[in-house]
């Protein structure tokens, strides 16, 4: 029987990055991940869009409540990035500043990451869904109050036809080759993965 399945690869020439309710306050509700683990995934993904020089939309709900602010450092990255504070939609997809920045993009993959990600990831990742994008979550730049809450909106969210990736893939599919720069990707990687850090280092030695 053959396969109808098609590979396609996020491509930094149509992909946009969403940063979802990345807000102070919502980021003591993250128990799936250890505080510094999600921090550094949410950053190394911030780095990516940086180093690959992605049109980078950042979001917030409610800020003037208990959510807070959006985490500073994602603010102070992307100083010039279209900023939208919405009043109180839950779902980014319901509010048309956020909608008329992704479609001023130009861009039709949408990669995205917030808090928490039952809500302000699965919400407006299958609202993209149904309005023609091609959607791709960031799994550990997402996070919730427990694992089973982040498995149940992943196994919605991957029905419906959303591609699941952590960051360090997503980085990966962008890059395509090494030989495309090796320093700058590899200094990305050991960045944020001291494992890797580790397997460079130790590589360097031999030599």
């Known amino acids: 029987m053959s396969s109808t399945y098609q590979y396609r690869r996020i491509s930094k020439e149509d992909a946009a990055v969403l940063f979802v309710d990345h807000q102070c ?21 911030a780095d990516m869009a940086k180093f690959f020089n992605l049109p980078t939309i950042l979001t917030t709900s409610f800020e003037t409540g208990p959510n807070g602010p959006i985490m500073p450092e994602l603010k102070e990255m992307f100083p010039n990035a279209p900023f939208i504070a919405r009043p109180g939609q839950i779902n980014a997809w319901d509010n048309e500043d956020f909608v008329k920045a992704v479609k001023d993009t130009g861009r039709k993959q949408l990669i995205i990451a917030g808090i928490v990600t039952e809500v302000c990831v699965t919400f407006p990742a299958l609202s993209a869904l149904e309005a023609g994008y091609e959607v791709f979550v960031v799994t550990d730049a997402s996070g919730t109050f427990d694992q089973a809450s ?53 590589y360097a030695a031999k030599g």
């Not at 919502?26 to 993904?45: G, R, W």
């Not at 992943?154 to 090796?182: P, Y």
């Open 150 to 202: 982040r498995e149940a909106a992943w196994l919605r969210m991957a029905t419906a036809g959303v591609q699941l990736l952590n960051w360090f893939a997503v980085g990966s599919e962008l890059h395509r080759d090494w030989r495309n720069d090796i320093q700058g990707f590899g200094k990305l990687l050991c960045d944020h993965t001291p494992i890797y850090q580790s397997l460079m280092t130790s």
């Open 25 to 45: 306050g919502l980021t003591a509700l993250v128990q799936d991940y250890p505080p510094s683990e999600f921090k550094n995934s949410i950053m190394a993904l």
